[in-house]
């Protein structure tokens, strides 16, 4: 991995046909370059199917070897539906050459879409930096975005990744929090909204200085990684993040 890359933000609409929605991720990975970071909006597979929860976990199954295969000269992140014994999690996934690298679930579930009714928590533990060929990566699913705890235990990645179904009526609040995440902690931030009518999408891309690459009409939104802009803004304005 080099430290210029393509960095990519899926803006991707979720279908009842879980079969489909594998085949359009297929299909969008497959138009980015290699070496690319592929950030896909959260549970994009199969959306909050709670009456196909099963359903699901076999389809986590099925697209797992799928993005291995696809992940050999790219680094692919989503999250998908996952069981351990009796409990469903929303769980986040990074593929990176052929091989799952890192895994955390959701910790903080979203109050107002029954997700706590579902799915149970996962362990605040696995929320931290992952060091990817010298670039430290980290990522907050949806709603955890809210919670400036969670901003603390990943402070001093590089690029942090924010996979949402973000909803429309929020849309700003999402804007300006994906942005003063990468202001705050001086990286790049990858934010990947799903394109459902109701959803926000305001997918993005947000340099180290708080410039934004967004466009709601594009499928596949994409910006360059340049980690001298990283180590440029935290020497410029030092907050003593390292």
């Known amino acids: 991995m080099t430290s210029k890359m393509d960095l990519v933000a899926l803006q991707l609409k979720t279908s009842t046909s879980f079969e489909k929605n594998i085949q359009k991720l297929e299909k969008a990975i497959k138009k980015t370059s290699k070496g690319a970071i592929i950030l896909a909006p959260e549970l994009y597979l199969t959306g909050y199917s709670?009456?196909?929860l099963n359903e699901a976990v076999t389809i986590t199954k099925?697209?797992?070897?799928?993005?291995?295969?696809?992940?050999?000269?790219?680094?692919?992140i989503l999250?998908?539906?996952?069981?351990?014994?009796?409990?469903?999690?929303?769980?986040l996934f990074i593929f990176h050459k052929g091989?799952?690298?890192?895994?955390q679930s959701k910790n903080k579930l979203f109050v107002l879409n029954d997700e706590r009714k579902y799915f149970t928590e996962g362990n605040i533990d696995d929320i931290k930096i992952v060091n990817i060929n010298g670039i430290k990566i980290a990522a907050l699913i949806c709603f955890e975005l809210r919670y400036i705890e969670l901003w603390k235990k990943i402070q001093g990645a590089d690029i942090i990744l924010v996979p949402a179904m973000w909803g429309k009526l929020r849309k700003e609040n999402f804007k300006t929090l994906t942005r003063a995440l990468a202001v705050a902690n001086q990286c790049f931030v990858v934010a990947s909204d799903s394109s459902n009518i109701n959803m926000a999408k305001s997918?993005?891309?947000?340099s180290p200085f708080g410039n934004v690459t967004l466009n709601d009409k594009k499928k596949i939104i994409t910006q360059k990684l340049d980690i001298k802009e990283i180590k440029k803004m935290r020497r410029y304005l030092n907050v003593g993040i390292n």
Do not use: F
């Open 50 to 52: 709670y009456n196909r």
């Open 62 to 76: 099925q697209s797992t070897k799928k993005l291995l295969s696809l992940s050999k000269n790219k680094t692919i």
């Open 79 to 91: 999250t998908m539906t996952t069981q351990k014994e009796n409990n469903y999690y929303n769980t």
């Open 99 to 103: 091989k799952i690298i890192h895994q």
């Open 203 to 206: 997918s993005s891309i947000i």
